[in-house]
């Protein structure tokens, strides 16, 4: 009889310890008396209990965190995508800049060495100092290259110069800035009202000469004056207007 009692306190200690094994693997060592592991664990249980009455049950709270967790996730990979595609247009962007920056020096470059070259034709010397933070073109001419040390001295501004020699390096200017750019259709009007006679033939040989090297683009010229020493060609039209009555 005391062998079959043995047998069945042995029996639920096993079935005890697998119940504690599904808690936790390792065996916890306690010196609390049994009574006292009972009271905590009903009112552990009385805790349990009245959370899940009072609060989302634990299935809900898990597949919350499902999707919840999803959505993060997915968000995430968006940011990274964004920020990604972000650097990729700041580095494009930053390229873009530094091509501009090399296209527009260049052509500045080339503008400035076209205008000096008009200019030595009157034997004037001069410069454009393109200021790009500022967004302003400073046009600097000195037509008194003779003079010794004054053709050394070409910070003179445009308006400080006379009316013949103003419109003179302003067609000088326009002539520098046609090299660099590619309307099919150019026109100026009375470009010649403040030249004297010498300038105006100068510029107006330069104009024709450098619209018979691009014949690819139409040229109008506008003048009140009079066309009697421009010579006419094939390419060379000039219409004269009749006064009104």
Same mark, same amino acid.
């Given at each position: 009889?005391?062998?079959? $009692? =043995?047998?069945?306190?042995?029996?639920?200690?096993?079935?005890?310890?697998?119940?504690? @094994? !599904?808690?936790?693997?390792?065996?916890?060592? &306690?010196?609390? +008396?049994?009574? /006292?592991?009972?009271?905590?664990?009903?009112?552990?249980?009385?805790?349990?209990?009245?959370?899940?009455?009072?609060?989302?049950?634990? #299935?809900?709270?898990?597949?919350? %965190?499902? +999707?919840?967790?999803?959505?993060?996730? $997915?968000?995430?990979?968006?940011?990274? %995508?964004?920020?990604?595609?972000?650097?990729?247009? #700041?580095? @494009?962007?930053?390229?873009?800049? $530094?091509?501009?920056?090399? =296209?527009?020096? &260049?052509?500045?470059?080339?503008?400035?060495?076209?205008?000096?070259? #008009?200019? !030595?034709?009157?034997? %004037?010397?001069?410069?454009l100092d393109f200021d790009h933070r500022n967004e302003m073109l400073n046009i600097q001419v000195n037509p008194n290259t003779k003079e010794g040390s004054a053709a050394l001295d070409i910070d003179r501004d445009?308006?400080?110069?006379?009316?013949?020699?103003?419109? %003179?390096?302003?067609?000088?200017?326009?002539?520098?800035?046609?090299?660099?750019?590619?309307?099919?259709?150019?026109?100026?009007?009375?470009?010649?009202?403040?030249?004297?006679?010498? /300038?105006?033939k100068i510029a107006i040989d330069n104009i024709l000469n450098f619209a018979r090297m691009t014949r690819k683009y139409q040229f109008v010229f506008l003048?009140?004056?009079?066309?009697? /020493?421009?010579?006419?060609?094939?390419?060379? +039209?000039?219409? $004269?207007? &009749?006064?009104? +009555?």
């Open positions: 009889e005391l062998e079959t $009692k =043995i047998s069945g306190v042995e029996e639920s200690l096993v079935d005890y310890m697998g119940k504690a @094994m !599904n808690w936790s693997k390792e065996r916890i060592d &306690s010196r609390k +008396k049994v009574d /006292n592991l009972r009271r905590e664990i009903k009112v552990t249980e009385d805790t349990l209990k009245q959370q899940e009455q009072t609060q989302e049950s634990r #299935q809900v709270v898990t597949d919350n %965190y499902q +999707k919840y967790k999803s959505s993060y996730d $997915k968000a995430d990979q968006q940011i990274k %995508y964004m920020t990604n595609t972000l650097a990729f247009l #700041q580095n @494009m962007l930053d390229s873009r800049k $530094k091509g501009f920056k090399e =296209i527009r020096n &260049s052509t500045c470059k080339n503008i400035n060495g076209n205008f000096t070259t #008009q200019l !030595n034709v009157r034997s %004037y010397a001069g410069k445009i308006r400080n110069l006379s009316g013949g020699e103003k419109s %003179y390096s302003s067609v000088s200017l326009i002539l520098a800035l046609w090299e660099s750019m590619t309307p099919p259709f150019r026109v100026l009007d009375e470009f010649d009202v403040f030249m004297d006679s010498l /300038n105006r003048t009140p004056l009079g066309t009697e /020493n421009i010579d006419t060609s094939d390419d060379v +039209k000039i219409i $004269k207007l &009749s006064k009104a +009555k």
